[in-house]
């Protein structure tokens, strides 16, 4: 898998605006950031990334989307957040409407795309 500097949009594909109509419920992007997202650079969809990543989760049972494995997602991480959030981050994780890993699955995907980048980046 060759690596690429375009930035996928966070759509989930739970499209739902919350009852103020202005936000995702699926995404938690801003009705600005939806409709803004074609044309924005890659600093400005980096910038959103990095706003979606640092807002505190709710803690969810979930199946993993590779391995079927069931995990805990939203909690366990060094500052309250999700375990994720004290890995590298490499999102999203493949095709649009994905969901996340379970941690095995997540820490083989990180270390195939260190070993991918050192061999060809």
């Known amino acids: ?61 979930k199946i993993c989307q590779q391995c079927g494995a069931a995990f805990v997602c939203g909690s366990g991480g060094q500052q309250g957040q999700c375990w994720c959030a004290d890995l590298p981050h490499v999102v999203p994780l493949g095709e649009e409407g994905r969901d996340c890993l379970c941690p095995a699955c997540l820490r083989d995907h990180l270390l195939r795309c260190d070993k991918e980048c050192n061999s060809g980046c």
């Open 1 to 61: 898998m060759a690596m690429t500097n375009e930035v996928p949009s966070p759509c989930v594909q739970r499209c739902q605006l919350d009852e103020a109509g202005a936000m995702c419920t699926g995404c938690q992007r801003t009705l600005a950031e939806i409709s803004g997202w074609s044309s924005f650079d890659a600093v400005q969809k980096r910038a959103v990334w990095d706003r979606l990543l640092a807002l505190p989760r709710t803690v969810q049972d």
